[in-house]
């Protein structure tokens, strides 16, 4: 039995570490995302100042230099999608099929072994009965 209580609180520890990585994880994909935003976002404000090959303006302020920057911007931006998908598909799921069917099985035992128990405990007491001695009468 004392084995049994120190894995649900194995199980339970685990869960809670468990739901950390999963708090963690949602919280660096929403940043993800929000940077993804911010790095797009500002791409496309150079693109729309500066970053074109024929404008005379353009050229001026450095125009071909912009336009490497909003490359690489762009291609960071991809970088940081990539890597948020792959938090998503390779962590989160995993994480979350971990805790909803592994863990949840491991309490699901629990539950059946108790059961068991008192089923047991129930067909033990039914099935004993205080033995009493009759009066013996001597002759």
Do not use: W
């Not at 685990?14 to 791409?43: H, P």
């Not at 336009?67 to 598909?89: D, G, N, P």
């Not at 099929?97 to 491991?106: A, K, S, V």
């Amino acid at each position: 039995m004392g084995q049994l209580f120190s894995l649900e609180e194995t199980t339970d520890e685990l869960r809670d570490r468990c739901q950390k990585l999963y708090n963690g994880c949602k919280k660096f994909m929403t940043a993800l995302g929000e940077a993804y935003n911010g790095e797009v976002t500002f791409a496309d404000s150079l693109e729309a100042f500066g970053g074109g090959q024929d404008d005379p303006v353009s050229v001026s302020i450095g125009g071909p230099v912009i336009t490497k920057f909003i490359t690489t911007l762009r291609e960071l931006a991809s970088f940081k999608e990539l890597l948020r998908s792959q938090v998503e598909h390779v962590l989160i799921d995993r994480l979350t099929e971990f805790m909803n069917i592994d863990l949840q099985d491991t309490k699901d035992s629990r539950r059946r072994y108790d059961k068991a128990v008192q089923s047991y405990d129930q067909c033990q007491s039914d099935n004993s009965f205080p033995f009493v001695m009759p009066d013996y009468v001597y002759p």
